[in-house]
């Protein structure tokens, strides 16, 4: 259990004096219930008695009421007794809110700047890595999203606006980069760096292939790469033409780039004719006929 996190709130649930009870789920069970009235721990705990109030309410079961409970499920208990549940609801703090994130994050620093300020169910406060809004090498304050978990309850959104950085390795363009070709590992360097996250790695780099000319000694950043297409513009691709239960392969050449599913303009080389089909996979595309199949030599 994380100190700080888990808020589970009992001190800090009602006025000292009280005699409201806290529960957390949205029901209250034989188990809330047998703390207040003891004659209740003969039934099973987790048996539903009843809907708990609103997050801040309260719910008071007065005598006659619980009498009739009681008689329910053949418990004697005193006259006059009564019984009162309150769900809790509060509101955050920086020392809870950083320990949730450095938690999601233990190897970066991390400075709170401002976070939610509005009443919150107890539960566990979670600030998933995933949650974290970034823009690379950004030196504004970066929002990161997250929620308020409790079993039985969807979970309730917050949110922190932080100063995030991390120290890891940059990589530098070691050479130009030219655009929609894949940039390979000898093309690239790592340097140190400490700063705002966002950048990409190595291995998100090799592959990738630059939207623009990345010039030598640039930082590589994620917003200038795309995955490099299925099917490159004038490369030669496997053709698989399908006509009820016979099938046809072909070499062709690509017209235009692609990536899965897309459907682009492929040439047979053999006729010249120009027709379009799908991109399968890596190089190859398949073209579904009802009637005549193109003509074209067997690959």
Known sequence: M??????????????????????????????????????????AP???????????????????????LARRYGLEISPG?????VRPRITLTREAVFAALQSAMPATRIDVLDFSHQPIPPGE??????GLVTEPLSRSPLLWRGAVRAPGQADFPVWARVRVQVSGKQVIAAQPLAP?????????????????PGLPN???????????LIPAG?????????????????????VEVLCGLAHLRFVAQAQASGWRGQVIAVR????????RAMVAGHGRVTLAVDGAIPAGGDE
Not at 46 to 63: E, Q, S
Not at 180 to 195: F, H, K, M, S, T
Not at 268 to 275: E, L
């Open 268 to 275: 047979n080389p053999s006729s010249g004719r120009i027709f």
């Open 125 to 130: 406060l979670h600030f998933p890595v995933s």
């Open 180 to 196: 929609g070709r894949p940039i390979q590992a000898d093309q690239l360097q790592e340097v140190p760096y400490q700063g705002p």
């Open 46 to 68: 987790g048996l539903v008695l009843g809907f708990a109030p609103v997050p801040g309410g309260r719910r008071t079961y007065d005598a006659p009421e619980l009498a009739r």
């Open 202 to 212: 190595l291995s998100q780099v090799v592959g990738r292939v630059p939207r623009r």
């Open 218 to 238: 640039s930082v590589v950043e994620a917003q200038w790469l795309e995955v490099p297409p299925d099917v490159a513009r004038g490369e030669r691709v496997r």
């Open 2 to 43: 994380r100190p700080a996190i888990l808020l589970l709130l009992a001190a800090a649930l009602a006025p000292a004096g009280a005699t409201c009870l806290p529960v957390s789920g949205e029901r209250i069970l034989a188990g809330d219930m047998a703390r207040a009235v003891p004659a209740f721990a003969q039934i």
């Open 81 to 85: 007794v009564e019984a009162c549940f």
